[in-house]
C-alpha cells in the first residue's frame, strides 16, 4: 500500500533508500468503508490524508442542514482540514469515502517527527501545497468567469475518469446545482 | 525595506543570523508606483513576491473585458500567479500595485539556489502554502454558504482596515458585485 506513496514522493523529491523506509513507516494504513467517515466538523482534524486507492470528499452541513461538498480527493491526492491540522483546534470540515478507499494517514506528531528527521519532506509538502495553491486560483477564476453549466463542462472535460465515477448527486452539490439542473446539463449535451 | 521579512521568516523557522543575510541577499527590493504592474496576462510569472508595503491585487480579463480582481496582498503577504511560476510557463493572471507599494522579489532562479542553500526555507514556504491552502479552503466555503451581501459583510468584519484602504470598485469587483450594489449594501448598513 505504501508503493503508491514512495513512487510519488519520488516524482518531487530525490530521497535515499535508506530514508525511505523510514519516512514510509510514519504513515498509518487505512480501510476505509464506503461513506465511511474520517473526520466530522468541529472536530480537531488528526492527520493529513493521502489517497491510495478509492475516492475521498470534504463537506459541512450548509444553513439549510444539507451537505454540501467542497473538495474530492482521487488517488494520489492529499486531503485535510489544514487549518485545523496546523494549529490542532476544532475545525470547519467533514471528510468521508464516497467509495471504498484504501489511505494513508499521516498524524501531526508523526509528521513533526518525520519532517524534523527528514527535513528533506519539507520540500515535498511544500511542493504539494504549492500545487494545491495554483489549483484554487484556478478554480476561483472559474467560479467568477464561467456560467454554471460551463464550470461543468470545463470540469468534465478536466476530469472525465472523475464525472464517471462520483456519485451525480455529490457531483451536483459540488458545482452548486440541484441534482435535477445536473441531468438537465447532461440531456442536453446527448441530444 | 528587508527587515519586514526577516521578521516574518523568524515567527515561522529559526534561522542563525550568519545564515538570515545570505537568504536576505536573494531577495530585490521593487519599488512600485500605484498602477503599476508587476504581470501581466500571459507572460511567465518570473517571481514570488512579498508586500512590505502597500497592497497588490491579482487579476485577469475576463469576457466582457473587464478585470476581475480575484486576489488582494497586504503587508506581511506572498503574491505570485503559482502554476505560471512553478513551471516557468505563459499565466493566466496579471498582477498589479493598488496603491504606491513596496516588494521584495523573489525569482525563480534565486528561489531555486537558495532552497538548495538553505533547505530551512522550504519550512517557511511550505507553512505559507499550507496557510494560503487553508484560507481558500475557507474562502470557497463561504461561497457555498453566504449570500453575497454576508459575504461583504464577514469580508468587512475579517478585514476592517483593508475594507477602507481599497478602492470601492475593486472590492466590488473582488466580491463579484457591481459597484452600485456594493453602495446599496454599504448605504443599508449606515441605516
Known amino acids: 500500500m505504501v508503493s503508491a506513496l514512495q513512487q510519488h514522493i519520488q516524482k518531487f523529491v530525490r530521497i535515499p533508500d535508506e530514508d525511505m523506509s523510514g519516512i514510509l513507516a510514519c504513515f498509518t494504513p487505512l480501510h476505509l468503508k464506503k461513506k465511511e467517515n474520517l473526520l466530522a466538523e468541529g472536530n480537531v482534524c488528526h492527520a493529513n490524508y493521502f489517497v491510495v486507492k478509492g475516492c475521498l470528499r470534504m463537506f459541512y452541513i450548509n444553513d439549510k442542514g444539507d451537505e454540501q461538498t467542497i473538495q474530492f480527493a482521487l488517488e494520489n491526492w492529499w486531503m485535510a482540514d489544514y487549518d485545523s491540522f496546523t494549529h490542532q483546534k476544532p475545525g470547519l470540515f467533514s471528510i468521508q469515502a464516497v467509495e471504498r478507499a484504501e489511505v494513508l494517514a499521516l498524524h501531526y506528531q508523526a509528521q513533526e517527527k518525520m519532517l524534523a528527521q527528514y527535513p ?3 520540500r515535498y509538502y511544500r511542493l504539494m501545497h504549492q500545487r494545491a495553491h495554483a489549483a484554487s486560483q484556478r478554480r476561483i477564476r472559474g467560479q467568477y468567469n464561467f456560467s454554471r453549466e460551463d464550470q461543468y463542462l ?7 475518469e472523475f464525472v464517471q465515477r462520483v456519485p451525480q448527486y455529490l457531483l451536483a452539490s459540488f458545482l452548486g446545482f440541484t441534482p435535477e439542473y445536473l441531468s438537465e446539463i447532461r440531456a442536453k449535451r446527448r441530444s
Open 154 to 160: 470545463n470540469f468534465a472535460r478536466q476530469y472525465p
Open 120 to 122: 528533506v519532506m519539507e
